[in-house]
């Protein structure tokens, strides 16, 4: 079976969703610190 062009990339983003999926269960019970005027406060504010 011949592979498409570009499988590699492919796999490797597979691969960061996998490791970032695993990061997000570990610390899910984790708050991130929110930087004043940062993207993060104005997400929070739009979540209510």
Do not use: E
């Not at 592979?3 to 695993?22: D, E, Q």
């Not at 610190?33 to 739009?46: E, M, R, Y």
């Amino acid at each position: 079976m011949k592979l498409p062009t570009g499988w590699r990339i492919y796999l490797f983003v597979v691969g960061l969703n996998g490791v970032g999926l695993a990061l997000w269960y570990l610390d899910r019970g984790a708050v991130a610190p929110i930087s004043p005027g940062g993207i993060g406060q104005w997400l929070t504010q739009l979540g209510g």
